[in-house]
Protein backbone atom coordinates (compact mmCIF):
# COMPACT_ATOMS: atom_id res chain seq x y z
CA UNK A 1 0.00 0.00 0.00
CA UNK A 2 1.24 4.02 -0.74
CA UNK A 3 1.06 6.00 2.46
CA UNK A 4 2.70 9.03 0.77
CA UNK A 5 -0.47 10.73 0.57
CA UNK A 6 -1.08 10.29 3.99
CA UNK A 7 2.53 11.07 4.97
CA UNK A 8 2.70 14.12 2.98
CA UNK A 9 -0.99 15.55 4.71
CA UNK A 10 0.47 14.41 8.12
CA UNK A 11 3.70 16.50 7.68
CA UNK A 12 1.93 19.22 6.30
CA UNK A 13 -0.63 19.32 8.88
CA UNK A 14 2.42 19.47 11.47
CA UNK A 15 4.46 21.22 9.88
CA UNK A 16 7.35 19.08 8.94
CA UNK A 17 9.36 19.34 6.04
CA UNK A 18 10.44 15.98 4.77
CA UNK A 19 13.58 15.96 2.58
CA UNK A 20 12.96 14.24 -0.64
CA UNK A 21 16.32 12.11 -0.26
CA UNK A 22 14.36 10.47 3.07
CA UNK A 23 10.79 10.24 2.29
CA UNK A 24 11.60 6.51 0.39
CA UNK A 25 13.07 5.93 4.31
CA UNK A 26 9.89 7.52 6.08
CA UNK A 27 7.10 5.75 3.97
CA UNK A 28 9.29 2.27 4.70
CA UNK A 29 9.16 2.44 7.95
CA UNK A 30 5.51 3.76 7.90
CA UNK A 31 4.63 1.04 6.38
CA UNK A 32 6.53 -1.59 8.79
CA UNK A 33 4.34 0.60 11.66
CA UNK A 34 1.16 -0.02 9.62
CA UNK A 35 2.11 -3.17 9.20
CA UNK A 36 2.22 -3.77 13.12
CA UNK A 37 -0.78 -1.91 13.80
CA UNK A 38 -2.67 -4.61 11.15
CA UNK A 39 -1.36 -7.15 13.73
CA UNK A 40 -2.71 -5.99 17.00
CA UNK A 41 -6.05 -4.92 15.35
CA UNK A 42 -6.57 -8.73 14.82
CA UNK A 43 -6.43 -9.36 18.48
CA UNK A 44 -9.35 -9.77 20.62
CA UNK A 45 -9.77 -8.36 23.29
CA UNK A 46 -11.86 -8.87 26.59
CA UNK A 47 -13.42 -6.65 29.21
CA UNK A 48 -10.42 -8.09 31.17
CA UNK A 49 -7.63 -6.60 29.31
CA UNK A 50 -6.13 -3.79 30.33
CA UNK A 51 -2.87 -2.00 29.22
CA UNK A 52 -0.37 -2.01 32.27
CA UNK A 53 -0.34 1.56 34.22
CA UNK A 54 3.06 1.74 35.08
CA UNK A 55 6.08 1.27 32.75
CA UNK A 56 8.98 0.06 34.57
CA UNK A 57 12.61 0.07 32.91
CA UNK A 58 15.00 -2.30 33.50
CA UNK A 59 18.57 -2.16 32.30
CA UNK A 60 20.00 -4.28 29.45
CA UNK A 61 21.45 -7.69 30.57
CA UNK A 62 25.54 -7.17 30.26
CA UNK A 63 27.23 -10.71 29.39
CA UNK A 64 30.02 -11.22 32.01
Known sequence: MDHSA????A???????????HKAGVA???GLAAGMA???QGLPLTA?????????????????
Open 48 to 64: ADEPGNVFTPVSPRVDE
Open 28 to 30: MYF
Open 11 to 21: ATTLGLKIAAE
Open 6 to 9: YIEA
Open 38 to 40: ELL
